[in-house]
C-alpha cells in the first residue's frame, strides 16, 4: 500500500543519533554510524524525528510501504520501559491520532500495563526543556522601575514543542504569532500576551506544517480554548498561518471564529 513514511537521506546524516532517541516507536537505530530505519511496521509517518535532526537527513516521501501496526510497534516500544510508552502515548495525542491513541490504552490495559492520563501530559517528548510549565507572577516585584515586565504565562510557546493537552491551553485565549511580529511590534507583551496563552511560528521556514494543523484541532475539541488570534506580519509569506488555521477549522468539529491582526514591518499594528 501507498503511505506517507520517513526517508533518511544518507549523505546528509552524520548519526548524531538524535533522531533515533526521538522516535518512540524505535523504528529509527543507529547502525555504522548511521540513522536507518529498521521496520517500516513501526513507523506512523508523523515525522517527529524530522524537526529534531539538525542536518535536515529526513524527510516525509509517500511510497509503497507496509501499513503502520500500533499493536506491534507498541509491543517494540514496552521493552524500552515506561517512559518510552508515555512518549508514545503522548505523541498519538498531540499529532490527533484518536484511534492508534484508544487501540494502545486498550493493548496496555490487556496487559496490565498502568498508564495515568497526568503522566501523558506531564512528560515531554523530545527536549526536555520543551516541558509545558505556568509562570506563575508576582505582582509585587513585576513593577521595576524604567522596566516592561514580561507577561508570559506558561512555556514551551514554539509550536513544534508545545503540549496542545497541557492543563493552561484548557478554555484559554490564545494567540498564534508569526516569530517576527514581537520583534516589530514594541508593546507586543501588553497588547498581545497580557491574559493569554502564546504560540509561535513561521509558516515559511518551519517544516511540517501539518503538525500545526493537528494541534490547532486538538487545542479546538479537547482544550476547547475560548478565543483565537492570530498575529501576522503584513508580508505575504507570514500569512500561512492563515491558511494553516482554516485547515485546522474545516477539520474541527468544534467551530470557533479567530481574529487577523496585521503588524507592518514599521511595528504599526493594522
Known sequence: MKRKIIKIIEEKCTGCGICANSCAEGAIKMINGKARLINEVFCDGLGACIKECPQGAII???RDAKPYDEIESLKNIIGYGKDTI???LK??????????????????????IEIKKQEIE??????????????KKNEKNEKIKGKIKSEL???????????PSASYFKNADIIIAADCTAFSYGNFHRD???GKKIIIACPKLDSGLDIYEDKIKILLEESKMKSLEIV????PCCFGLIEITKKALSKSKRKINFKHTIITI???KI
Open 60 to 62: 516525509i516521501e509517500e
Open 86 to 88: 508515555i512518549a508514545h
Open 91 to 112: 505523541h498519538l495525542k498531540e499529532h490527533g491520532q484518536t484511534e492508534y491513541y484508544n487501540q494502545a490504552l486498550k493493548y496496555l490495559k490487556k496487559q496490565k
Open 122 to 135: 506531564e512528560i515531554p517528548f523530545g527536549c526536555p526543556h520543551s516541558k509545558p510549565k505556568e509562570i
Open 153 to 163: 504565562s506558561q512555556w514551551p510557546i514554539q509550536f513544534h514543542l508545545i503540549n
Open 192 to 194: 498581545f500576551i497580557k
Open 232 to 235: 501576522t506580519m503584513e508580508v
Open 266 to 268: 514599521e511595528g504599526i
